[in-house]
């Protein structure tokens, strides 16, 4: 079956979604922000208490950053000082509540990697539930040939206990920051603001007979220009040396090879919120997408592992031994971007089907 594009033009296609179908799905997700705010405030007192917690988060976060990518998406249709005050709240609530997972799940991988690499004991941990879609494992591909396991032994265990460290304090600090900001009257007035929503969309008079799909259509394009621009020859090749060299200079800054492709990992998002809204629950699923989803959230995961190996390495007066596990491990998480780039790279240019 062809895939199901947002084509306004398309004459067989069903009846034109209007701002109905908008404003029911933000009244939708913001009855879940509301839920997963009650569950959070419920689960301090709750038997699992700490699980419940990790799940509300996650559930806030998912209707945080649906609700804003639709106020982006279809923007026009809404008051416009209302839209653009609640768009970046909604990102400053989703980002500041996902930061702890984050740096819990990047700790879970670089111990991983540097216990598949060196072969030595580097602090295993337990899962820590919860890790807002980042993988903590490796991507598939072809790793680089292993290291001379002793050279690279010897370093391992400082050097996952140096990563344990940092990040353990990351996440201590993160934990602390979510929970005052959960706490502040900044995100109370966040919350009044979705309780608002609700039960009322501020939709334009203009809104009530337009329809959706040319503006979630641009979405689409605007992710198929970004696609197009992505290098995706170079992601064909098994390794990319300048990543290597960038990553490991006395620059901290992101590396630039990676800002293109986490700028596609968004719009995809976009494109599929646009999608829910114009679609529905029963609509046809690109299955391209969930793949392509998932490639790029292994690339944002290794090429944020890799700069903080590199982070780690240069941690002043550290032995030779260490640094060089470190050197090891970002370029085995470098060589982990590549791969997830190559993974992209097949799903996408694969012939766009659906399932019903």
């Known amino acids: ?3 199901q594009h947002l084509d306004p033009t398309d004459p067989t296609a069903a009846p034109a979604p209007t701002a109905d179908a908008l404003a029911d799905y933000l009244r939708a997700q913001a009855t879940e922000f509301l839920r997963a705010l009650r569950s959070h405030r419920e689960s301090g007192t709750a038997g699992n208490g700490a699980e419940g917690a990790v799940d509300a988060a996650r559930a806030l976060r998912r209707s945080a950053r649906r609700i804003s990518g639709s106020l982006h998406t ?6 416009a000082d209302w839209a653009e005050g609640m768009r970046p709240e909604l990102a400053w609530v989703s980002g500041t ?12 991988r670089l111990l991983q990697a540097l216990h598949r690499l060196s072969g030595a004991p580097v602090f295993p941990r337990q899962p820590t539930g919860a890790t807002d879609g980042r993988s903590p494992g490796t991507a598939a591909g072809t790793h680089p040939a292993t290291p001379e396991r002793g050279n690279l032994t010897v370093g391992a265990a400082k050097a996952g206990a140096l990563l344990d460290r940092q990040l353990t304090l990351a996440r201590t600090r993160a934990h602390s920051t979510a929970l005052q900001a959960l706490g502040s009257s900044r995100f109370h007035a966040i919350a009044d603001k979705v309780a608002l929503l609700a039960s009322e969309v501020p939709l334009t008079p203009a809104a ?3 329809d959706l799909r040319p503006l979630a259509a641009a979405a689409e394009e605007r992710l198929t220009d970004a696609v ?5 020859v170079t992601a064909g090749s098994p390794y990319n040396a300048e990543a290597l060299i960038h990553g490991l200079s006395p620059d901290p800054a992101p590396h630039p090879q990676d800002a293109p492709w986490h700028q596609v990992r968004l719009l995809l998002r976009l494109h599929r919120y ?3 809204v114009v679609l529905g629950d029963s609509a046809a699923v690109d299955v391209r ?3 392509a989803g998932e490639a790029l959230d292994r690339h944002r995961d290794a090429s944020e592992a890799a700069a903080a190996a590199a982070q780690a390495a240069r941690t002043p007066r550290i032995a030779p031994a260490t640094a060089y596990a470190l050197g090891v491990l970002h370029a085995d998480q470098r060589h982990e971007v590549e791969a997830a780039r190559y993974a992209f790279q097949r799903c996408w240019q694969k012939e766009a089907v659906t399932t019903s």
């Open 1 to 3: 079956m062809a895939t």
């Open 208 to 210: 009530a007979d337009a």
């Open 74 to 79: 279809f923007q026009p249709l809404l008051d």
């Open 289 to 291: 997408l969930p793949a």
């Open 274 to 276: 646009a999608r829910e």
């Open 228 to 232: 197009a621009a992505l290098p995706l």
């Open 97 to 108: 509540l996902a930061m702890e997972h984050a740096c819990a799940a990047r700790l879970e």
